[in-house]
């Protein structure tokens, strides 16, 4: 193992212990702060009748899960943001000229995709938009992205969408393939004809269980087996590295302790 390589893991893992540690002390003081408080966090989430019939400890713990799921989503977002800006350029934008042509082109494959004309999708079923468009009629668009990340070392260009469980409708799924066509089309419209563009749907982890089969088929009906960064994959790439995964899991787990003390001590200030 070299000493770089050595180096970006010792990296890796002080944006881990740093991110988890600015999160349990946030997490914390954000929920006791708003104890009193009729609007906060918490105490909007358990006026479910239902649930409150059940006791007020079944009613704190779905409540506190939620936001929890939610906050603690926010949080692997930005740790993974953070640790790709150590092998590329990120961006969380795209801006760029668009056609009516590849727009009209676009929205046609997509509903061959819906239709399951073409099964299953392929990347190459896009590539007429790296074609530069030839007429005139183009109009800028912007699109924030999740990521966009650059290759320091080669340019080469990504577009990752992540859902951090990848938990998603049929139209959601058409909407996130809408938008990483349209930063794939602005890209091709930018860069030199030969720079590398992919594009990535992505999640942080696999809800099947890590190394069982992805079978999201909503998503899976839009993106092909290429276009797909699934837990392990996401942070190994996230990372550029094969270890990516272990490192960033091994690391969490040296300060996922720093958690539950917090969610201990939420959970007392709420339930004494």
């Not at 070392?153 to 996130?176: H, M, P, Q, V």
Request: proline residues 3%; glycine residues 6%; hydrophobic residues 35%.
């Amino acid at each position: 193992m070299t000493q770089n390589t050595l180096d970006k893991k010792e990296a890796i893992r002080s944006i881990i212990h740093a991110s988890v540690e600015s999160f349990s002390v946030g997490f914390q003081g954000r929920h006791e702060g708003e104890l009193e408080d009729p609007e906060g966090t918490l105490n909007m989430k358990i006026h479910n009748v239902f649930i409150a019939v059940l006791g007020p400890e079944i009613q704190y713990y779905t409540a506190l899960v939620r936001s929890l799921d939610s906050s603690l989503g926010n949080m692997l977002e930005k740790m993974a943001i953070n640790i790709a800006k150590l092998t590329y350029e990120v961006k969380q934008n795209v801006e760029g000229p668009l056609s009516l042509k590849q727009t009209q082109d676009m929205a046609e494959l997509l509903e061959k995709y819906k239709r399951r004309e073409i099964t299953p999708p392929m990347a190459g079923d896009y590539q007429f938009l790296r074609v530069k468009p030839a007429d005139q009629s183009l109009v800028t668009k912007r699109h924030d992205s999740d990521y966009y990340l650059i290759d320091k070392e080669t340019g080469d260009n990504f577009l990752i969408e992540l859902k951090i469980g990848g938990d998603l409708d049929n139209k959601k799924a058409r909407s996130e393939k809408e938008a990483l066509l349209e930063q794939f089309a602005i890209l091709s419209n930018t860069l030199p004809e030969n720079t590398k563009i992919q594009m990535f749907f992505a999640t942080a982890y696999n809800r099947f269980g890590e190394g069982k089969p992805w079978k999201q088929e909503r998503v899976r009906q839009y993106f092909s087996d290429d276009e797909l960064l699934i837990g392990k994959d996401f942070w190994d790439f996230v990372c550029k590295s094969d270890e990516g995964y272990s490192i960033v899991l091994d690391a969490y787990k040296e300060k996922a302790d720093l958690i539950k003390k917090s969610l201990d001590s939420i959970k007392k200030t709420y339930l004494g």
